[in-house]
């Protein structure tokens, strides 16, 4: 067991609370603090999803309520900021001039919402999606006409949830096909479709400015023309925070330099989340800024602190919901190799680099992902034929044992 009495966690999203709430499960029994800027410790993927639309309040988005807080006694500083890091004490300095020193402190601070620089985007009715505020602010334009500038995974599903909800959509994004990175190209495409298909208007274009026009707001765009819209989401990307961990000295490369264990530059200061970039032999990990990578990370800095074995991470795993479809992906679908495609009423698209699977693109199939991270986990030599056979299930290709 370890020796740390005291464990402060700065940041209460999936990967801060991940880490509290293992280490409870593992038997530590010290005090653990987690403070969060947020109103509340919640889960985010919501907020583009359901949130947006259905009006559930913070409490139903939150980890624990006030009753199991107590149960697992942990101490959340909630509508709290830490405005300085002491690594070399590990105390930390809080936003009311409160000081708290641990044994060991946690970084979690995530990401922000990348701020639009375009001209007249500091005018009300421009927003971004980050908090549970952002989502109820924008749940004033459902049924009215809203520009979402940016295709990405945030973009998209805001976009479909406010469609769904009755809202005029026009969907902006440079790209013809937007999330080629993240999908591969066949899927891209695929998902992409589905906007138009319903009754999204998908423009390949960006903005060059937003002005006010009798009581709306006018989007002009780069190639020409404007659409006069209620209100203008933006999701066109995230900064990492890594302000604290700079301030104190910690080795930040784009993201708060880690090792597989979590464990910073700093002695007994770990970092997880969408803050971080793992080290690789003579390179960074890109950011993952996925739910379950910052499950895994929470998991993992647990374990380290508990001196126990680390869940085992497994290739890549990412989720999207727009339309009433589940969208899932492992592993890598733009790395080395080729694409090939199952068809299908969705297609399920595959990467392969050398009779290896790479990644899966599923549509409404998460069994076939399931068995796809299972091929790729264990090194199932597999040929194009196999994969692209609608009548042979993916989970018969799956060594038993």
Not at 12 to 41: F, K, N, Q
Not at 256 to 264: F, L, P
């Amino acid at each position: 067991m370890s020796d740390h009495r005291r464990i402060v966690i700065v940041g209460g999203g999936i990967a801060g609370w991940t880490v509290a709430s293992s280490l409870r499960e593992g038997g530590y029994d010290g005090a653990i603090t987690v403070i969060e800027r947020e109103p509340a410790c919640y889960d985010r993927p919501p907020l583009s999803k359901t949130a947006l639309v259905d009006r559930s309040p913070l409490a139903a988005l939150a980890f624990a309520d006030d009753a199991k807080l107590v149960e697992l006694r942990i101490d959340a500083r909630v509508g709290r900021t830490v405005t300085r890091l002491d690594a070399a004490n590990l105390s930390v300095l809080l936003d009311d001039g409160e000081s708290l020193i641990g044994d060991a402190v946690v970084l979690a601070t995530g990401a922000l919402a990348r701020v639009p620089s375009f001209p007249g985007a500091h005018l009300p009715g421009v927003s971004t999606l980050r908090t549970y505020a952002d989502a109820a602010t924008l749940q004033a334009l459902i049924g009215r006409t809203v520009a979402v500038v940016g295709a990405g995974l945030i973009g998209a599903e805001a976009a479909a949830a406010l469609r769904q909800a009755g809202s005029e959509v026009v969907l902006i994004d440079p790209n013809e096909v937007p999330g080629i990175r993240a999908f591969g190209p066949t899927m891209a495409e695929h998902l992409h479709g589905m906007h138009a298909a319903h009754g999204v208007d998908t423009r390949a274009d960006s903005i060059a400015g937003v002005t006010t026009a009798g009581g709306r707001l006018r989007v002009a765009l780069t190639r020409g023309g404007s659409i006069d819209v209620d209100g203008v989401l933006v999701g066109t990307g995230i900064v990492i925070d890594t302000a604290l961990a700079e301030a104190a000295g910690l080795e930040v490369d784009e993201g708060i330099v880690v090792d597989d264990a979590g464990r910073t530059s700093a002695p007994r200061v770990f970092a997880v989340g969408d803050a971080t970039r793992r080290r690789l032999p003579g390179d960074l990990a890109a950011s993952r800024g996925h739910w379950e990578a910052a499950r895994l990370d929470g998991r993992a800095v647990a374990a380290e602190i508990l001196n126990s074995t680390p869940e085992p991470r497994g290739a890549d795993w990412f989720w999207s919901d727009r339309y009433g479809s589940h969208i899932e992906v492992v592993g890598d679908m733009t790395g080395d190799g080729r694409e090939v495609v199952r068809p299908g009423p969705h297609p399920t698209a595959f990467r392969i680099d050398g009779g290896l699977l790479v990644g899966a693109c599923s549509v409404d199939d998460p069994m076939a992902v399931r068995a796809a991270r299972r091929l790729i986990d264990r090194s199932v030599l597999l040929s194009a034929d196999q994969l692209t056979d609608p009548n042979l299930p993916l989970r018969s290709l799956v060594p038993r044992g």
